[in-house]
């Protein structure tokens, strides 16, 4: 059984995240929140992931958008944002990344996700499908949506 967890935002969770392809931005501005004794260690982070042992195997970031800006499903309501996952390399194929997806749909809100490059095929099988396109909302992204019973797709015109 694979447990998802919260993560900490604490020095040992941003560490672990520089081994992560997708460390960027959003990780830095927390080091720098965490060096100004800003954050605390039982801070509510937006992080959740998988460990192997001691060590982080897999990880994504998880937001909840609140309804008014909701511009992607219908009834309007709260979404969930997904975002930087990622599984290491050394433990790809052992359903970590659809663990955590998992993770995300039970709690049975919308979710958008922006796929990386060349993973359009993962999200597909985790039931994700393509937003209708709509220049202002997207700004040159390609979001994916995944849409629990009862919602559907807001028409982006």
């Known amino acids: 059984m694979v447990k998802v967890e919260?993560?900490?935002v604490n020095y040992k969770t941003l560490e672990e995240f520089k081994r992560f392809k997708e460390y960027g931005n959003q990780e830095l501005s927390m080091m720098e929140?965490?060096?100004?004794n800003i954050i605390e260690n039982d801070s509510e982070s937006p992080f959740f992931g998988i460990y192997y042992g001691n060590a982080l195997a897999a990880r994504m970031s998880l937001y909840k958008v609140n309804a008014r800006y909701n511009y992607y499903f219908e009834p309007s309501q709260d979404y969930l944002e997904l975002w930087?996952?990622?599984v290491l390399p050394d433990h790809r194929g052992k359903g970590y990344g659809k663990a955590l997806v998992d993770f995300?749909?039970?709690m049975?809100?919308?979710?958008?996700?922006?796929?990386?490059i060349n993973s359009h095929g993962f999200w597909e099988k985790m039931g994700f499908e393509k937003a209708k396109y709509n220049m202002e909302r997207d700004l040159g992204e390609n979001p994916l949506i995944w849409m629990p019973s009862g919602v559907k797709e807001q028409d982006p015109s």
């Open 104 to 106: 995300a749909k039970d």
């Open 33 to 36: 929140d965490l060096e100004s």
């Open 84 to 86: 930087k996952l990622e």
């Open 6 to 8: 919260r993560l900490l």
């Open 108 to 116: 049975a809100l919308p979710i958008k996700t922006n796929p990386r």
